[in-house]
């Protein structure tokens, strides 16, 4: 089969969404199908043989942060090209609400084509004022997906329609045969996430250190991930801060190891996941894991049958939950066990199959994806002489 | 007075351009009606089809061999007005038959019965997402088609208003659950 995936945000930027389709793409090219993928690019990033890119993506503020979209009349007519010469059986579109290279190949495109919402954000005002331009585009979507029943439920409120649960997928034995860290086990929490960024929740962990620290004098908490490191234990006493180890940026490796190695992982993030792909590696990893309530983390938790809930941004909630786990590591092998044979649902094999049955389902009886000819005015009002068009 | 003409003309130029873009919409949506239909009608004839192989194949005892091929067949031969309860009995034969996981387990160890197990599994998954596309596309057309512009101009033509297929497509538990 020919796909074609296009990706709204810039390739060279890491995020959730572009691994997602890397590692979608590369799946799907290891089961033997073409996959081309366009996504915004510096023209000098090297990219991987099966990226195009849509040219450089601009930063503009949109949606209360700034975002690196692509948008305006270059963008759009290398969309048009790649799709006439893709020929592609299917296209997947991700977030194609968004003002983007999805936006754009909704517009340029017909024939069948799957949509992606990985976002659940509440309905912004720019969505609602522009509710009447988006329809014709979004109507055009033959198949969304959602990536969790709490996406699919703000879907189905904002834009109307129904939409099918695919998770993201993750590759289970990469995370669950790394080799473990010594120096990284041992009455360890784990927290992987942006530091400087309050909705992942490091706050909250810090808050709530100093108890578990009273209850558990031999912790320690690893943090890894960008950010200042001098501000985030600025909250803390002068004698926990050595307690706290940053380890920076850190590979996709070492990410692993680390979840092999800690104790307990914690993820203590406030709101805006509507997945928590962090979550189902970690339980891929084997570690106990102690989440926020969040509706998305809930669910990938098996509402708790895989991992512990504490409430949200209740840091005295958090300090309870972590001890338990960590004086009890019985518990944690059962959570540890419970996970691991929970997690195997978002192994690449079973999402891929997913995501490929939905590919078939909508190119059955349809026909191939084309750029969107727009028929001329002659044409329509029946002026023409050519009649073949329609 | 030539200039009010003008504008006017103008006016009815612009509104005819926009009434000719909806009609296109709308022919667009139509044909992603028709698409989604006919996957739908393609994924319910292969439910049937596997379901009824898996009666007549003697892998499963003769009362429930009997209670899947009667569903199964009745769903093939269902009148159009009548499909969408057929096809919600045949659901419910097979959450009947497959209540017990051994049963799945008695089909996977007959000769064959591995691939056949697989077909029916990919079988009933696929039923809900096709007719979830299916009425995410009636819904959309469904949409535009109430406006007052389409209704007024008469933009949807003769086309029969889009009715979504309601059926029971709840899979047996046992047979569509993931790999653990």
Redesign the interface.
Same mark, same amino acid.
């Given at each position: 089969m020919k796909i074609g995936i296009v990706c709204p945000y810039s390739w060279d930027v890491p995020g959730g969404v572009q691994f997602h389709i890397r590692d979608l793409a590369e799946h799907l090219i290891g089961l033997g199908h073409e996959v081309s993928v366009l996504a915004p690019a510096d023209d000098e990033t090297p990219l991987p043989p099966y990226v195009v890119s849509a040219g450089r993506a601009v930063p503009v503020p949109y949606n209360g942060s700034v975002a690196r979209l692509n948008f305006g009349f270059l963008s759009a007519a290398r969309v048009r090209r790649w799709l006439h010469d893709g020929t592609f059986d299917v296209i997947h579109i991700h977030e194609p609400a968004s003002p983007s290279l999805g936006l754009l190949s909704c517009w340029a495109a017909?024939g069948?084509i799957v949509a992606t919402f990985h976002t659940s954000n509440p309905r912004s005002r720019a969505m609602i004022a522009a509710y009447p331009i988006l329809q014709?585009a979004l109507?055009?979507i033959?198949?969304?997906i959602a990536v969790s029943e709490y996406a699919r439920r703000t879907l189905v409120e904002h834009l @109307? @329609? =129904?939409? *099918?649960v695919i998770p993201n997928g993750v590759d289970v034995d990469f995370f669950a045969k790394a080799e473990t860290n010594p120096d990284w086990s041992g009455q360890t929490l784990g927290f992987i996430g942006r530091i400087d960024e309050p909705r992942k929740g490091l706050p909250v962990l810090m808050a709530a250190f100093p108890k578990i620290v009273e209850a558990c004098p031999d912790v320690r908490l690893l943090v890894a991930g960008r950010g200042d490191e001098e501000e985030a234990v600025a909250s803390l006493p002068a004698e926990l801060r050595e307690r706290v180890e940053f380890l920076g940026m850190v590979s996709d490796e070492d990410k692993a190891r680390l979840l092999r190695s800690v104790d307990v992982y914690v993820a203590p993030n406030t709101g805006g996941e509507s997945f928590g792909i962090i979550l189902v590696e970690a339980l891929s990893a084997g570690a106990a894991v102690l989440a926020s309530d969040l509706d998305a983390f809930a669910q990938v938790l098996d509402q708790g049958g895989a991992g512990d809930l504490f409430a949200n941004e209740n840091p005295d909630s958090l300090a309870a939950g972590a001890i338990a786990l960590l004086r009890d590591p019985e518990r944690r092998a059962r959570l540890s066990a419970s996970g691991s +044979?929970?997690v195997? %649902?978002f192994d690449w094999s079973?999402v891929g199959a =997913?995501i490929l +049955? *939905?590919y078939?389902? *909508?190119t059955? @009886?349809?026909a191939a994806v084309g750029a969107d000819e727009r *028929?001329p005015?002659r044409t %329509?009002?029946g002026f023409s002489k050519d009649t073949t068009a329609s | 007075m030539i200039e009010t003409l003008v504008w006017i003309a103008l006016a009815l130029a612009v509104i005819g351009?926009y009434l000719?873009w909806t009609a296109?919409?709308l022919d667009? #949506?139509h044909s992603?009606m028709?698409?989604?239909r006919?996957?739908l009608?393609?994924?319910l004839v292969r439910r049937a089809s596997v379901a009824l192989e898996v009666a007549t194949s003697g892998a499963l005892d003769p009362a429930s061999s009997l209670v899947l091929y009667e569903a199964a067949h009745a769903a093939r031969q269902a009148e159009e007005d009548h499909r969408e309860v057929a096809e919600s009995e045949l659901s419910q034969a097979l959450r009947a038959v497959f209540a017990d996981a051994d049963q799945v387990e008695v089909l996977k160890a007959a000769p064959g019965g591995a691939q056949a197990t697989e077909e029916l599994a990919?079988a009933v998954?696929?039923v809900?997402?096709?007719r979830?596309?299916h009425?995410?596309?009636v819904?959309?057309a469904r949409? #535009?088609r109430r406006h007052r512009k389409v209704r007024w101009f008469r933009l949807a033509g003769h086309a029969p208003f889009p009715l979504a297929f309601e059926m029971d497509d709840e899979p047996p538990a046992d047979l569509a659950d993931?790999?653990?």
């Open positions: 017909q069948p014709p109507e055009k033959s198949a969304r @109307g @329609g =129904d939409a *099918v +044979a929970h195997r %649902r079973t =997913d +049955a *939905v078939e389902t *909508v059955d @009886g349809a *028929v005015l %329509r009002l | 351009v000719s296109g919409r667009r #949506l992603r028709d698409a989604a006919a996957a009608d393609a994924q990919a998954r696929r809900p997402m096709a979830r596309f009425n995410d596309a819904r959309a949409a #535009l993931r790999p653990t």
